[in-house]
């Protein structure tokens, strides 16, 4: 009786294993295709660096060409380089797509529609109180206008969210001969550290992560 018996565990235990390892491969590779939208490990580092270099910037320097500069160079060179980051580093193994939940693809789209919302309002009163009579206001209304649409297409994360509407605000801002003070942005500061951890942390799971898929490889050879 007991001989039967385990004959028919390890029995079990051959058909569950092959299902076992079929369910985690899907599950690596979900979170393998994450890194594709809502994870960007050193991109958000960078996005972090970044927002913290402007909050400071802008807060302890002032406005002036210069800040300007810096804070425009600085926000579109995060914005290209964690797109650049994110295919070379964290899609060494393959193309892949991350799927929003319904619950996701909500919450950005609202989130966008309110960034929309608010420029659309930010344009016609700037426009209405004489603005573009100069030229910096045309920059201004530039960088504005160009919110929801990056909103859309590259910030994609709550982190992201909030350290790119600032960082797009402030190249508003300064372009247009302003600045935004310390005091009343340092909780950006916060976020920006945030996202830096939040970074780190994504991208050594990274590495473990393409480790343990290239072990399954192994396996399914």
Not at 147 to 161: A, C, D, G, K
Request: aromatic share 12%; net charge positive.
């Amino acid at each position: 009786m007991r001989v039967e018996n385990v004959a028919l565990t390890e029995e079990v235990v051959m058909k569950d294993t092959p299902l076992r390892r079929t369910e985690e491969v899907q599950r690596l590779t979900q979170e393998y295709a994450s890194y594709s939208q809502s994870r960007n490990g050193l991109g958000n580092v960078l996005g972090g660096v970044v927002g913290l270099i402007i909050v400071l910037l802008n807060g302890l320097v002032g406005p002036g060409f210069w800040t300007a500069v810096l804070t425009i160079g600085l926000t579109f060179g995060w914005l290209v380089g964690k797109e650049i980051i994110r295919h070379r580093v964290y899609l060494s193994l393959g193309m892949a797509r991350e799927l929003w939940s319904p619950r996701e693809r909500k919450y950005h789209t609202w989130s966008v529609l309110f960034v929309a919302l608010i420029s659309i309002g930010v344009c016609v009163v700037f426009i209405l109180l004489g603005g573009p009579t100069k030229p910096q206001g045309w920059l201004y209304l530039f960088f504005v206008a160009l919110m929801p649409w990056i909103s859309w297409r590259y910030l994609r994360t709550s982190n992201e969210f909030v350290v790119g509407v600032f960082l797009l605000c402030a190249c508003a801002v300064t372009s247009a001969g302003g600045s935004y003070g310390l005091l009343g942005w340092w909780w950006v500061g916060l976020v920006a550290l945030l996202m830096v951890y939040a970074g780190i942390v994504e991208h050594r799971r990274y590495g473990r992560l393409v480790a343990q898929l290239q072990a399954q490889r192994m396996v399914d050879e």
